[in-house]
Structures are given as C-alpha cells and as structure tokens.
C-alpha cells in the first residue's frame, strides 16, 4: 500500500478518534432548553402518543426521514408513533398534506413515505402539481383512479383542515415538530441537531411510560 494512502487512512482513523472523544455524555433533557411544556395534562389513555407535525415540502423533515422511519419501528410497547402533514396556509402544501392522508388511507404512506420526500428535495420532481403528482404515484404502483377519488374527496379535506387545527392548538409554528402525549413540544432545532433529538425524544417516552404504567 502506497506510503501516502497508509498516512492518510491513520489521520482519518485519529480525526475519528478526537470526534468520539470530545461528544458529549448523554445527559437529562432541559424543559425550556431542549423541549418545551405545552400542557400539564398527558394525553387519555395507557399508551402515549408520539406525534410528527411535518410536510413533504420541507427540506428540514426530508433530512429528518430517513432516521425517524427506522426509529419510529422499534419504539417499546405503549408507544404509538403518528403523523400530521401541515401546510401552514400553502396551497402546494395542501396538496401533499391530501396526498399523504390518501395514501395513507390505502396503506400505501409507509412504502412510499422516504421515496416521496426524495422525489421532491433530490431529484426536483415537482410533486406540488396534482397531474405530475398523479402521474408519479400511478408509476410507483398506486391505483390512479382510487388515489384520485380519495385525494378529492371531502373526508380527506377534513382531515387536513382537522391536522392543521391540532397543530394550532400545539403551537406549532415550524416542522418538523415532534409532540410527546400531547405535553411537551421539541424539535430539532431546539436540539441542536437530528442525531440530538432522538435521546431527548426516548426520554420523555420513558418518563411518560413510567407516570401512566404507576396511574394504572
């Protein structure tokens, strides 16, 4: 091996080195600096509830994907993950927010959930445009005409005008927001980072697993 390639495998081993020395230890999550109180009363019921306010138009919640869908599949039992497409008053908003609760009323959101998000942000499929966004789908194996019928149809215009009002009610103001049973509010810029979120995410799951496992 050329002495030059040996050299810069070992800085690249040192640098690695350094990186995993100087993170952070995991330390207890801070109301009001990595996640804010939104209610003091947790959602009914044994399970809680881990809530995704997002849109595929955002850059932000595209970065975010391709860790929360692995994630979001091996949550303990008692936790139900979900989530709401916003549009924030966009128009082209509104169409992916239609789009998303149709295809999730034909269980086809989770096969197609990360491709969508790819579509838009890496490969400038303008999935905005209901025909481009009809078009795009029928060729990933979804029934045109049944998407079509749902997409129009009024259960779903009341499920989006019905996720934007809960949204509000949250507070929301940005996505990707993550609401843990209903009571606290974090994200990732409040984080510092995707990778961050997540263990602050676990633990406000925890904390909320053990006050509802001891109220039943």
């Known amino acids: 091996m050329p002495i030059h390639s040996t050299r810069r495998r070992w800085l690249q081993f040192t640098i690695a080195s350094l990186s995993m ?3 952070p230890a995991s330390r207890a999550a801070v109301s009001g600096r990595d996640y804010q ?4 009363t947790p959602l009914p019921g044994p399970s809680v509830e881990v809530l995704e306010v997002f849109s595929y138009g955002c850059p932000h919640c595209a970065h975010l994907a391709p860790l929360i869908e692995p994630w979001s599949h091996k949550l303990p039992a008692g936790v139900v993950y ?3 497409p916003v549009t924030f008053g966009h128009s082209q908003w509104a169409v992916l927010a239609r789009a998303y609760y149709a295809l999730e009323q034909m269980g086809e959101v989770n096969r197609l959930q990360e491709a969508i998000f790819h579509a838009i942000h890496d490969q400038n499929v303008n999935l905005f ?3 481009t966004l009809f078009d ?3 060729q990933h194996g979804v029934n045109r005409a049944q998407f079509i019928a749902l997409y129009r ?6 499920k989006v005008q019905l996720g934007d009002q809960q949204a509000m009610n949250y507070g929301v103001d940005g996505v990707p927001t993550i609401i843990i049973d209903g009571r606290y509010s974090t994200s990732p810029s409040l984080a510092g980072s995707n990778q961050a979120l997540f263990p602050i995410i676990n633990q406000l799951i925890e904390q909320e697993l053990r006050i509802k496992k001891s109220a039943h």
């Open 21 to 23: 020395a100087i993170l």
């Open 136 to 138: 795009w789908l029928a």
């Open 82 to 84: 979900r989530r709401i």
């Open 129 to 131: 445009s209901e025909d």
């Open 153 to 158: 149809s009024f259960a779903i215009q009341t």
């Open 37 to 40: 109180v939104i209610s003091d």
